[in-house]
């Protein structure tokens, strides 16, 4: 059985930093896009971004978060990471890592394509 656990998360001042990373056992890692998404108070789960399986790692952003954040994968470790820099008020929400069912599937971009889903970790920006 998959199971995917987050950790990294926290309170932060606006403009700050955070990484978050996402452990995944039950499969291998390299065969298998994994992605992050959000849920704030109030609204529905949103995706935040995506990696590749393979070694070429080919990512995508939503555009909330382009140009701070940072989604990167270690394969060796069977582990995916977000660092999140420049923090805003409104990048707070639970985000979860997420993994499709089938390996070799190129992206994971809306919660529908989501398989597995880690327990969530809590992310505060306070301005």
């Known amino acids: 059985q998959v199971q995917l656990v987050e950790s990294g998360g926290g309170l932060v001042q606006a403009g700050g930093s955070l990484r978050l990373s996402c452990t995944a056992s039950?499969?291998?890692?390299?065969?298998?896009?994994m992605g992050w998404f959000r849920q704030a108070p109030g609204k529905e789960r949103e995706f935040v971004a995506r990696i590749s399986w393979g070694t070429t790692s080919s990512t995508k952003y939503a555009d909330s978060v382009k140009g701070r954040f940072t989604i990167s994968r270690d394969n060796a470790k069977n582990t995916m990471y977000l660092q999140m820099n420049s923090l805003k008020p409104e990048d707070t929400a639970v985000y979860y890592c997420a993994s499709p069912r089938f390996p070799y599937v190129p992206v994971v971009d809306t919660p529908a394509q989501v398989a597995y889903w880690g327990q969530g970790t809590q992310v505060t920006v306070s301005s």
């Open positions: 039950g499969r291998t890692a390299s065969n298998y896009a």
